[in-house]
């Protein structure tokens, strides 16, 4: 009896995963049709050199974003990036400069210490029964005080560009278009076909759709939640990678504001913040059409201010379809 009700609401999640969701769509011709309209204000958005910038500077955003799409799936959601983020880059960066380390050990050093932030998060959420916007506002504050700890009140400076096949420079390109963005294509494929091919990828829906039913129906529910954040974790490994690739100078301030561009991504890209709901391809494109507003603010002169003012405005009507969305199922 128990496995006959549970059953049902775990197929439906399941049957939802589709290849493409509406809203991708709708960003798509968004997003393309804001690329006409700044190729005709401008003669300088659609040269290579802009258009490569774009890229480099969503990779980090969209990276994190394929872990946060998963931790908001299951009804979770991670506003300490932005400090793991920082925690990383600062002891990369002395590792790098002090200690000469190559190249694979300096990405190995980045995503197990993201790893650990992020199960540090995940044991929490999934053994404290605490919410999760409380616990990783938390840990917002304490990695962040554990950053400028090892910062020890200084900038890193003098860091050498060892990761530089991942920076925004002429030479970390392939095919004109940024490694860095090719990194980011390959983890989305692959948390792609992760979320909608493997049992425990589908999971997460599960997990976010009904908890409850999913535990009844056999779902390892705490440990699919840890999962989300330890990944999450790895992804700001990688993203603090590419943000230090260029080499040079690491600052205090570093990664803050980064769990808000990474939200908005994920939430404008269709994914439900109450969760159960939500793609990878979707926060690529939310990610692509928040980079692509912020440097069409700037091409075009327009205070900076503005950029936010959209952002929010697409977040807003993202969040307002999907509980549109919700209450015609309920209807149903």
Known sequence: MT???AAPPAARRRLRVRAIEGQELALIGVTGLLWIVLSLATDTFLTTGNVANVLFTVAPIALVGIGMTAVIVTAGIDVSVGSQAAVVMVVVALLLRDAGLAFL??????V?????LGLVNGLIVAYGGIHPIIVTFGTLNIYRFVALQIFGSEQVAGVPDTLGVL???TEARLL???TAWWLTLVLAAAMWCYMRLWA??????AVGGDAFAARLAGVRVRRRQISAYVLTGACVGL???VLIGSGGLVQQNVGTGLELEVIAAVVIGGTSIIGGRGTVLGTLLGALLVGTVSNAVTLLSWPTELAQLFIGVFILVAVGVDLLRERRRSAR
Do not use: S
């Not at 050990?105 to 980045?110: D, E, F, H, S, T």
């Open 167 to 169: 920076g925004g420079g």
């Open 105 to 110: 050990p300096a990405v190995a050093v980045a």
């Open 176 to 178: 004109g278009v940024p």
């Open 3 to 5: 496995t006959t009700t």
């Open 200 to 205: 425990t990828g589908r999971h997460l829906y």
């Open 112 to 116: 197990v210490t993201g790893l650990v």
């Open 239 to 241: 993203a603090a990678c």
